[in-house]
């Protein structure tokens, strides 16, 4: 058979945007999955012009809520052009009886066990409509294709080394989607870091982790990193604040490469992390916990969101000096978006308080799918851009970069360079998160 695999994409700021650091390792996985008889292609829709005129038998797809309204767009398309159509990823998980209104069978949760069987049902002319994937144990799984990457994609060695996370915030999908937490083979680890078929040094030299929390399992991470040294390669990953607290990982970190971790800090306000389920988080530590990580070289990118229950205007608005008073390299900023599967959503849904008339494009992170407790939900998006056109001032970014430099190893200051610059550069041309509409 003929395969297409799109992984589906709806802009997200004003421009769009013409380049982007790492993809998903979603869609080379899946190619990875593929036995070698078929025929596969791989499409980021952020990067890569679609195949409209695709001669493919099978077009799957892989999407999020805040791009639901565009795969159902695309799922429509190919059907009409005749084209057997399968749909999977954290909506299709969540939504499966609305996607079967666009689609020709889903994939609930995770692939692994499913997928061969979906491309065997599918070349015989028996597809399913349902397929359930069941967590299974990581032993065994193959190197992502990252031949089929587009290359509008700044880094390309994308790996996952652990799977799920022992937290349980209020806003995350990731227990429901991937349950429990699992770790694959040191050994096949560094076997996907070796893979080193690439066509730029900083490709061959960084590895990215795309694990929701890489340092979760101790004894495991710290293993994986001892081996990792000889390697000698930059590496960066999402991981806990609570790192700070564990000098002997922090020095296999900096001895294994680490350029940057990206910690899940939220907020700044005792209710707010509360609210979050992270109470793990302490604000007054912020800054001690960075300059921590930072003596070891590291860069911070830290995830920030606005929206919880004690926010107000003000206090969104005070956001863009903590970043700076506590030492972020690079911060990302969002809204709370209730996702399906997550206790926030249950608990909008139970106060009625999600705001139903806006449809699956406002669910992207950056725009306000429910109602705030202490103002309206224009409000809270006015106050979002705000921030993120403060936190990203040439100003703030120059002051950022600056700090950085006696405290970053080269690899640690050109991520932050590379970052920083990206998103300054998106923001001094007005190129901002873009405002959806209700229609």
């Known amino acids: 058979m003929k395969i297409d695999i799109i992984i589906v994409y709806q802009p997200r700021y004003t421009f769009g945007h013409e380049m982007n650091f790492v993809p998903p390792v979603t869609g080379i996985h899946l190619a990875a999955l593929t036995p070698y008889r078929h025929r596969v292609r791989l499409f980021h829709q952020q990067l890569d012009a679609l195949p409209y005129d695709s001669d493919a038998d099978l077009v799957a797809l ?3 809520s805040g791009f639901a309204e565009e795969a159902y767009r695309l799922a429509n398309y190919f059907r009409q052009r005749g084209k057997l159509v399968v749909a999977g990823g954290p909506h299709v998980t969540f939504w499966p009886e609305e996607a079967l209104e666009h689609c020709d069978a889903v994939l609930i949760g995770e ?39 587009s290359p509008g994609f700044v880094i390309r ?6 799977r799920g ?22 050994e096949e680890v560094l076997r996907d870091i070796r893979y080193d078929n690439f066509p730029h040094w900083w490709q061959r030299k960084v590895v990215w982790f795309w694990d929701d929390n890489l340092t979760a399992r101790r004894p495991y991470v710290k293993q994986l990193l001892q081996a990792m040294i000889p390697l000698k390669k930059w590496w960066l990953t999402q991981a806990s604040l609570d790192i700070a607290r564990d000098p002997e990982l922090l020095e296999l970190m900096q001895a294994s490469g680490c350029i940057g971790v990206f910690l899940g800090i939220e907020s700044f306000g005792e209710a707010s992390l509360k609210d979050a389920a992270k109470e793990q988080n302490r604000a007054p530590q912020y ?48 809204i709370l978006t209730p996702y399906k599967g997550t206790p926030l959503y249950a608990r909008l849904a139970v106060e009625d308080r999600l705001l139903l008339e806006r449809g699956w494009r406002f669910y992207n992170g950056y725009n306000v799918a429910f109602q705030p407790a202490q103002m309206q939900a224009d409000e809270l998006l006015e106050a ?9 001032s040439p100003l703030a970014v120059v002051k950022r970069l600056l700090h950085g430099i006696p405290a ?19 923001a001094l041309r007005g190129n901002q998160p873009l405002r959806m509409k209700t229609r």
């Open 62 to 64: 892989s999407f999020f």
């Open 111 to 149: 692939a692994e066990a499913i997928w061969p069987q979906v491309l065997e049902d599918a070349e015989r002319g028996a597809l399913q409509a349902r397929y359930v994937g069941q967590p299974q144990p990581l032993e065994g799984l193959p190197t992502p294709r990252y031949d089929l990457l």
């Open 157 to 162: 060695r994308v790996i996952q080394a652990t």
């Open 165 to 186: 996370c022992p937290f349980h915030c209020s806003f995350c999908s990731v227990p429901s989607v991937n349950p429990g937490f699992r770790t694959r083979p040191v």
């Open 287 to 334: 800054k001690e916990a960075i300059a921590t990580i930072h003596s070891y070289g590291i860069a911070v990118m830290a995830g920030f969101i606005a929206g919880f229950d004690a926010d107000t205007p003000q206090s969104i608005a005070l956001m863009a000096r903590n970043l700076a008073d506590i030492g972020v390299d690079v911060p990302f900023l969002s």
């Open 384 to 392: 979002h851009r705000a921030l993120w056109r403060a936190a990203f």
């Open 408 to 426: 970053l190893r080269p690899g640690a200051l050109l991520l932050s360079l590379a970052m920083n610059g990206f998103y300054g550069f998106k």
